[in-house]
């Protein structure tokens, strides 16, 4: 069945970049009809990625792995999307731990103390994030396998069940209404209900808890450029590929290399949010 369906994936490729009529995947377009057909290139990638991932049944997953192979794979086996999953990898930066270690950890034992932190104590007790005196490679970890990651998270979940004015604090009325309303008419909470409250993994109800769209879906997502790119981009230290944009009023065109040189300039390719 597997198999089946990429073949009927590279049919959905062939047609976009050729020209054939779209096979009976979906009743409507899931992207915009203004959305342009994949290019040569982007037809070969995708091209690529399906006839590996018909030949990962026998090979495991001992082929070289693409951006479109992982993406691919990713869908077809129903993976929920979340960072660590797929192609969701965790963020790159110039200034790592690696790049901190090297000029502050002076006897090279892992840790960066107060003493050999010739910075600022400010930027030092912002680096320290778990406020143990020292920094490590876990204080500058920001992906899903950090468990202050996890805390954080699901510390934040717990703020926005009691803050109910969303101002980001929680008053002494927000506290005691949230506690009348986790204990009732009790008047009071045992250690398996705090264990509930505060240590939630689960996500809150009606959030994080996304419609289920099916895999062909989602393939055609991937196939019109609407749930990333099949490209590579830019690793830490290359040049990002100049572009030119015009503004939402289509009065001015903004290109990238005007600025360099110049001023800092953050760019945002993609948001889920």
Same mark, same amino acid.
């Given at each position: 069945?597997?198999?089946?369906g990429?073949?009927?994936?590279?049919?959905?490729?062939?047609s976009?970049?050729?020209?054939w009529?779209?096979?009976?995947?979906?009743s409507?377009?899931?992207?915009?009809?203004?959305?342009?057909?994949?290019?040569?290139?982007?037809?070969?990638?995708?091209?690529?990625?399906?006839?590996?991932?018909?030949m990962l049944r026998?090979?495991?997953?001992?082929?070289?792995?693409?951006?479109?192979?992982?993406?691919?794979?990713?869908?077809? !086996?129903? /993976?929920?999307?979340?960072? %660590? @999953?797929g192609?969701? =990898?965790?963020?790159?930066?110039?200034?790592?731990?690696? +790049?901190l270690?090297?000029r502050?950890?002076?006897?090279?034992?892992?840790?960066i103390?107060r003493?050999?932190?010739?910075?600022d104590?400010?930027?030092?007790? !912002?680096? /320290?994030r778990?406020?143990? %005196? @020292?920094?490590?490679? =876990?204080?500058?970890?920001?992906?899903?396998?950090?468990e +202050?990651v996890?805390?954080?998270?699901?510390?934040?979940?717990?703020?926005?069940?009691i803050?109910?004015?969303?101002?980001?604090?929680?008053?002494?009325?927000?506290?005691?209404?949230?506690?009348?309303?986790?204990?009732?008419?009790k008047?009071?909470?045992?250690?398996?209900?705090?264990r509930?409250i505060?240590?939630?993994d689960r996500?809150?109800?009606?959030?994080?808890?996304?419609?289920?769209?099916s895999?062909?879906?989602w393939?055609?997502?991937?196939?019109?450029?609407?749930?990333?790119?099949?490209?590579?981009?830019?690793?830490?230290?290359?040049?990002?590929?100049?572009?030119?944009?015009?503004t939402?009023?289509?009065?001015?065109?903004?290109t990238?290399?005007?600025?360099r040189?110049?001023?800092?300039?953050?760019?945002?390719?993609?948001?889920f949010?």
């Amino acid at each position: 069945m597997r198999s089946l369906g990429l073949i009927s994936i590279a049919l959905l490729v062939l047609s976009a970049g050729q020209g054939w009529p779209d096979p009976p995947m979906t009743s409507k377009p899931v992207t915009s009809k203004d959305v342009p057909p994949p290019g040569p290139a982007q037809t070969r990638l995708w091209g690529e990625a399906i006839f590996r991932a018909l030949m990962l049944r026998s090979w495991d997953d001992q082929l070289p792995s693409s951006d479109a192979l992982r993406m691919l794979v990713a869908v077809q !086996r129903g /993976d929920k999307l979340s960072p %660590g @999953v797929g192609w969701y =990898d965790p963020s790159q930066c110039r200034h790592d731990w690696a +790049w901190l270690a090297a000029r502050y950890d002076a006897n090279g034992d892992g840790r960066i103390t107060r003493k050999e932190f010739t910075g600022d104590a400010e930027w030092f007790k !912002r680096l /320290d994030r778990d406020g143990n %005196g @020292v920094i490590t490679a =876990d204080d500058l970890d920001w992906s899903q396998r950090s468990e +202050w990651v996890r805390r954080d998270e699901r510390s934040l979940r717990l703020l926005r069940a009691i803050d109910t004015n969303g101002n980001g604090r929680v008053s002494e009325e927000e506290w005691l209404a949230f506690f009348r309303k986790m204990a009732g008419e009790k008047g009071a909470l045992t250690a398996e209900e705090f264990r509930e409250i505060f240590a939630i993994d689960r996500p809150e109800p009606g959030k994080g808890m996304a419609k289920k769209v099916s895999k062909e879906v989602w393939t055609r997502c991937l196939m019109e450029g609407d749930l990333g790119s099949p490209f590579k981009g830019p690793r830490v230290g290359e040049r990002a590929p100049d572009f030119t944009l015009p503004t939402p009023d289509g009065k001015k065109e903004y290109t990238l290399s005007d600025f360099r040189g110049k001023k800092p300039v953050a760019l945002v390719f993609g948001s889920f949010t």
